[in-house]
């Protein structure tokens, strides 16, 4: 079925077919495509991440694949009701060993000379709307449940633990809002192109690429901050690659300490939790939510681990700018 619409849209007369990061993938010759459903109604975020995969064609990022064109030049494909964009990559097979540090700061380099206005995909200076709409919806449900009583051993955890969570984000809130009061971005504190959640899988993948519908515009400091907060739940030689991580970063673009501090309240901010939450109500299969009741077990386990992982991302702060500038907050100081 697919193969036929790659031939009919495309003029495509692919080999094999292969999974690539939950997508469909194809080789023709040397040249691989992946299939990105999509919905009408994501076509202003389509434009955009086009015109963001030309600059960082035009700024020579490797692995970024294309939009291929169908026959009509059209870059939104469909079939049977149903809408997808097609990418083609350009495998040179070329690696280079530069640490991941370094080549994220070269990537969020190339994207700060973005040259056109984001709509759609903008998340610069966004992050307290956003996560006060997060709060609330976690609130509503805690309320829900309080009131109904829990009926599974998950229920019984969220409704626990979230008074604790809460104050997370409270503490994050706060944090960030007192960071856009009382610091100066520098000259690197710009708007660039990022990730949504930038982890392993986002670049390392079973083939290297650089997917643009993962990417979002915003500070550097989402990027920095969401792979940290992964070496900490994949308990990755946790201290020592963290520091490393910053050091390579730092070789290419230093951080200042509004981008600290951008990092540590995100770090705050209990994404992992929220999440794990959003996606056992979301999900109708029971082996998803089961995973999830086991992951919030491993996440109950770790608050205290977490706690003293952010109190010395605070003191790498400080060490790493030879200064005290980063207040740290009272109740992480006992760590």
């Known amino acids: 079925m697919v193969f036929r619409v790659l031939q009919k849209q495309y003029g495509l007369n692919v080999e094999k077919a292969f999974s690539l990061s939950g997508y469909k993938g194809f080789q023709d010759g040397r040249n691989m495509y992946v299939l990105i459903p999509v919905s009408e109604s994501q076509q202003g975020e389509i434009v955009e991440r086009f015109y963001m995969v030309h600059h960082m064609h035009l700024m020579k990022e490797r692995d970024v694949p294309f939009f291929q064109p169908t026959k009509n030049n059209h870059y939104i494909g469909h079939s049977e009701e149903k809408y997808f964009v097609l990418l083609k990559m350009n495998h040179s097979?070329?690696?280079?060993?530069?640490?991941?540090?370094?080549?994220?700061?070269?990537?969020?380099?190339?994207?700060?000379?973005?040259?056109?206005?984001?709509?759609?995909?903008?998340?610069?200076?966004?992050?307290?709307?956003?996560?006060?709409?997060?709060?609330?919806?976690?609130?509503?449900?805690?309320?829900?449940?309080?009131?109904?009583?829990?009926?599974?051993?998950?229920?019984?955890?969220?409704?626990?633990?979230?008074?604790?969570?809460?104050?997370?984000?409270?503490?994050?809130?706060?944090?960030?809002?007192?960071?856009?009061i009382d610091e100066r971005p520098e000259r690197y504190d710009r708007g660039t192109i990022t990730h949504e959640r930038f982890t392993y899988d986002t670049w390392f993948a079973t083939i290297h690429w650089k997917n643009p519908f993962l990417w979002v515009f915003d500070h550097p400091s989402r990027d920095l901050a969401e792979w940290v907060r992964q070496l900490f739940f994949n308990e990755l030689q946790l201290r020592e690659n963290v520091r490393t991580f910053f050091m390579n970063y730092q070789s290419v673009t230093p951080l200042s300490s509004f981008s600290w501090r951008l990092i540590l309240s995100r770090l705050l901010f209990p994404v992992h939790f929220i999440e794990c939450v959003e996606l056992y109500y979301s999900t109708n299969s029971e082996a998803v939510k089961t995973m999830m009741e086991k992951r919030l077990e491993r996440l109950l386990a770790k608050t205290g681990e977490y706690e003293r992982f952010l109190f010395n991302l605070f003191e790498l702060a400080n060490h790493q700018l030879k200064s005290t500038e980063i207040p740290v907050l009272d109740w992480l100081t006992g760590m």
Do not use: C
């Open 93 to 180: 097979g070329i690696k280079t060993d530069d640490p991941v540090g370094v080549k994220l700061a070269r990537f969020h380099l190339r994207g700060m000379s973005y040259p056109y206005p984001v709509q759609h995909l903008n998340r610069l200076g966004k992050w307290k709307d956003l996560w006060v709409i997060r709060q609330q919806e976690m609130e509503n449900l805690w309320q829900r449940l309080l009131k109904q009583k829990p009926t599974s051993p998950f229920e019984h955890m969220f409704v626990e633990s979230y008074s604790y969570y809460s104050g997370f984000i409270e503490n994050a809130i706060q944090y960030f809002v007192d960071t856009s």
